[in-house]
């Protein structure tokens, strides 16, 4: 299947600070990527919606200048998370789906980043 | 938008009994369903998916069936071994609309 490598796996940080994540598809093409939060034994919420060249489509209650989303190329996209605080600290996960096939088809999934906000 | 409810919570199986774990979902349109499986700390792996032009799909222990009347469809995973427990989603979508996770099901094997 396809592969979609996110980076860093684990990130430690200072409370205040700014966190980039990549995402990035590794073997195909992928015009939208999504990216999810995850807190301990609960489901994967959505965050925001990565389209490449426009802005992205932020979920109710994110804060879209908290969460920096970047998605310059066809096969990376970014997140920024700044000035991090504690309650930042959790698994973000980015998943991309492949935009030469229908609609209907698996999404695949980055390895996640667990971010910790000290 | 897409609302998925996904039961039981937790689920305690004896090693070599079946699984069932079930969702439901409220947009009619939706006509993707793929299952995740999820072990701590790792990304989501897909181990099966329907589309909703068909009933039931079966790959080797595992098989999902789907019931567009209902709204509903199922995980079934047959002879469960160790390696089995894990978290499960289910997902929903329609096109290239953005999935919809359900809650997620804690399986745990004993053996």
């Known amino acids: 299947g396809a592969v979609v490598s996110q980076h860093p796996s684990w990130v430690i940080c200072k409370s205040g600070t700014s966190v980039k994540i990549e995402c990035r598809s590794l073997?195909?093409?992928?015009?939208?990527m999504f990216w999810y939060r995850q807190f301990p034994k609960q489901s994967l919420m959505l965050m925001a919606t990565?389209?490449?060249?426009?802005?992205?489509?932020?979920e109710q209650g994110v804060e879209k200048d908290k969460f920096l989303i970047n998605h310059a190329s066809l096969t990376l996209s970014t997140l920024t998370v700044t000035s991090a605080h504690p309650e930042d600290s959790s698994f973000y996960i980015c998943?991309?789906?492949?935009?030469?096939?229908?609609?209907?088809?698996?999404?695949?999934f980055g390895q996640g980043t667990r971010l910790t906000v000290v | 938008g897409e609302n998925v409810e996904q039961h039981p919570s937790t689920l305690s199986v004896q090693e070599g009994d079946s699984a069932v774990i079930k969702c439901t979902y409220s947009?009619?349109?939706?006509?993707?369903f793929p299952w995740y499986k999820q072990e701590l700390g790792k990304r989501p792996q897909l181990i099966i998916d329907?589309?909703?032009?068909?009933g039931e799909k079966k790959d080797q222990r595992i098989a999902v069936t789907l019931n567009k009347t209902a709204k509903h469809f199922s995980l079934h995973i047959t002879e469960t071994q160790p390696e089995d427990s894990a978290v499960y989603f289910c997902?929903?979508?329609?096109?290239?609309?953005?999935?919809?996770f359900g809650t997620g099901t804690r399986l745990t094997i004993i053996p």
């Open positions: 997902a929903a979508k329609f096109g290239n609309e953005k999935l919809t």
């Open positions: 998943s991309a789906r492949d935009g030469g096939a229908p609609g209907n088809t698996e999404a695949f």
């Open positions: 947009d009619s349109a939706s006509n993707y």
């Open positions: 073997d195909f093409q992928a015009t939208t």
């Open positions: 329907i589309r909703s032009n068909v």
């Open positions: 990565s389209n490449e060249g426009s802005k992205a489509t932020y």
